[in-house]
């Protein structure tokens, strides 16, 4: 991230500014996650949260004026569904072998890849991208108490989020609002604000294939005793082969799906899944996804692997099940990984709202959460 700059100014991107902790050591130890400071309300955030989930309501609404159904508030443009295999690692250090990562074990995981856009865009802009998983067999106390053992992680490619709180959220949902039908509008009031750094970021993002980029989970997770952010990173020789390769201007608008189901079908695709830990609430708030942290100071640490055989990425059921009848939300798992911090508590109720609209619009009675690979499978054929 350390490139991106202020499109307005040219000055570098402040949102990302490290705090004054450039040439110190890390701490090298571990903040509790129920510690002073880790979170706090921010004020009118009940109120906030309120209003955006009614914002992304109406967006959910306007874009079914647009196709005729009814999408997600978030990450509703499908680019693949893969299912494999989530293997966690064996003799992990104390402070990294927490909550599912306890034990060694090998999990079965389904994962959708998806253009974070509220609206329909074509994949040959640049634009923020994600992928959601959920991994199934966990055992533990689950933060709602469902009977199924899941536990859903979500990611964007890019270590911290312009929505950076609710707040923030309200401000950039009101531009997009007001400035639904004029994109070019909206891009520059981004660029007008105090934040614009961060707030065009998505703007500046490279323009890579799904397969060959970092995925972050930009706010933070609950870790056990401890405090993490997670991140997501191509490990297959073939995916780290096209790092550098970009989507082209005049390639189809739906490129990036057909390069991910052609990549899938052609490779066993493998990622590392890595834990950074909250050493320095200074340095590393969780409160503000906006501030990045320091990935050389506070490294990502391997924890996890994950394994895709090779399969088609674009299955119709499957598509269509995950877009209609499945939510893939990081409550949706262990006490022992809560999502934290302001973002994550407007998130529980956006998203929860926004997948009963969704379900309602298209006619179904609930979601479905699936309790295994099987559940999935059934759709598959």
């Not at 874009?63 to 508030?73: I, P, Q, S, T, V």
């Not at 974070?116 to 923020?128: E, F, S, V």
């Not at 995925?215 to 191509?234: I, L, N, T, W």
């Not at 893939?328 to 956006?350: D, F, I, Y």
């Amino acid at each position: 991230m350390s490139n991106l700059h202020n499109p307005q100014t040219g000055e570098p991107a402040s949102g990302t500014a490290k705090a004054h902790g450039e040439n110190k050591p890390a701490p090298g130890s571990y903040i509790r996650w129920d510690a002073d400071g880790v979170e706090f309300e921010q004020p009118g955030e009940q109120d906030k949260i309120k209003a955006v989930s009614e914002q992304f309501n109406r967006f959910q609404m306007m874009n079914f004026n647009e196709h005729m159904h009814c999408l997600r508030g978030t990450h509703l443009k499908t680019q693949g569904c893969v299912m494999g295999k989530f293997i966690v690692h064996d003799n992990l250090p104390e402070h990294l072998a927490q909550g599912m990562f306890k034990r060694p074990g090998t999990y079965d995981v389904i994962m959708r890849y998806s253009s974070l856009t509220p609206k329909i865009l074509a994949d040959n802009i640049p634009a923020p991208r994600g992928i959601g998983m959920k991994i199934f067999g966990v055992k533990g106390e689950k933060i709602w108490g469902e009977d199924k053992d899941t536990q859903d992680f979500t990611m964007n490619n890019y270590s911290v989020l312009e929505l950076r709180t609710p707040q923030v959220t309200y401000e950039i949902a009101d531009s997009l609002e007001r400035n639904w039908n004029d994109l070019p509008t909206f891009a520059k009031e981004q660029g007008e604000r105090v934040d614009a750094d961060v707030a065009t970021m998505g703007s500046q993002l490279p323009k890579q294939f799904m397969v060959a980029m970092p995925e972050y989970s930009q706010s933070a997770y609950r870790h056990g005793d401890y405090v993490a952010k997670y991140g997501v990173f191509p490990l297959g020789e073939a995916q780290k082969n096209i790092v550098d390769d970009n989507v082209k201007d005049d390639d189809p608008i739906n490129v990036i799906s057909q390069h991910t189901r052609k990549f899938h079908m052609a490779n066993k695709v493998t990622y590392s899944f890595c834990a950074q830990m909250l050493q320095n609430i200074d340095e590393q708030p969780v409160e503000d996804i906006g501030i990045e942290w320091d990935e050389k100071k506070y490294p990502f640490e391997q924890i996890a692997t994950i394994e895709f055989e090779p399969q088609d990425s674009w299955l119709p059921e499957f598509r269509a099940w995950w877009d209609d009848r499945i939510t893939v939300n990081g409550w949706h798992g262990l006490k022992e990984h809560k999502p934290l911090g302001s973002v994550n508590r407007m998130r529980r109720v956006v998203y929860a709202e926004s997948r009963k609209l969704r379900l309602r619009v298209n006619g179904y009675r609930d979601y479905v959460e699936p309790a295994s690979l099987t559940d999935t499978v059934e759709v598959r054929n």
